[in-house]
């Protein structure tokens, strides 16, 4: 079961400025990416890597799955990330409970405006961390499936992080584009892209700790005849 999900009511209650609801949905019919520098305030941004860094410190992240590498069967592993899930209302997560609503605002906001925001509901958060021993993720599709996750939408939490000396460079790969898009993972940027074959990416090998917090929203229509997966 999906968990709860903010009403479009809540939205117009916060008044967002419908100029950002516009930027986000032009960037995202564009280019199918969108960045969002200082998305929360300093002060908010530090909570939440507080909290996340008291976590990981408490042991309660764990290996995110490994995948087989090709032949030999040997679980060569391509992901170097430890997650953890929460949906923010456990009583050590106040911080990041207020990022996911501050998330699922932003993408109602855009619900309506373009035909891609048919949004019915998210994943709960994974808080990740790339424990920066040369960990990374190797290029791949977020949903490749048809599993109904339509866009990723990822908060950076990483403090005066420089990708030519620490790694950790997102690159994504637009599909049947010449570009690529570089995204360093910086303190306070809210990233957001489809999590679909159009954005296939990967996380460059990172040499310092890297922090992130993920959610991704269900598209309905997809989401209801998804498989429900085992
Ligand atoms: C069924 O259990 C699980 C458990 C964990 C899972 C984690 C991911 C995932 C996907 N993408 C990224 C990524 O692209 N990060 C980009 C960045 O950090 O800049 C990432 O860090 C993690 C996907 C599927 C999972 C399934
Ligand atoms: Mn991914």
């Not at 400025?17 to 530090?46: A, H, N, P």
């Not at 764990?62 to 592993?77: D, F, I, P, W």
């Amino acid at each position: 079961k999906d968990p709860p999900f903010i009403s479009t009511v809540a939205v117009s209650q916060l008044g967002l400025k419908t100029s950002l609801l516009d930027y986000i949905t032009k960037w995202m019919q564009t280019y199918g990416i969108c960045v969002l520098d200082r998305f929360l305030s300093e002060d908010e941004g530090l909570k939440i890597l507080e909290e996340i860094k008291t976590l990981y410190n408490k042991g309660k992240f764990k290996a995110g799955q490994l995948v087989k590498g090709r032949g030999g069967g040997s679980s060569k592993e391509i992901r170097g990330d430890l997650i953890m899930w929460t949906d923010g209302t456990e009583p050590d997560c106040v911080s990041i409970g207020n990022l996911i609503s501050k998330m699922d605002s932003i993408v109602m906001g855009c619900q309506g405006k373009s035909s891609e925001f048919t949004i019915s509901g998210r994943t709960k958060a994974m808080l990740a961390c790339y424990p920066g021993n040369g960990t990374q993720y190797v290029k791949h599709v977020d949903n490749p499936s048809c599993d109904g996750r339509r866009i990723t939408c990822i908060y950076y939490l990483n403090k005066n992080w420089d990708s030519q000396i620490n790694g950790g460079l997102l690159r994504i790969y637009p599909e049947g584009q010449d570009i690529v898009a570089n995204i360093e993972p910086l303190f306070n940027r809210l990233l957001l892209f489809w999590s679909d074959r159009r954005n296939p990416h990967e996380v460059f090998p990172a040499y310092a700790t890297r922090y992130a917090v993920t959610v991704w929203y269900f598209d309905e229509e997809e989401r209801s005849k998804a498989k429900i997966s085992a």
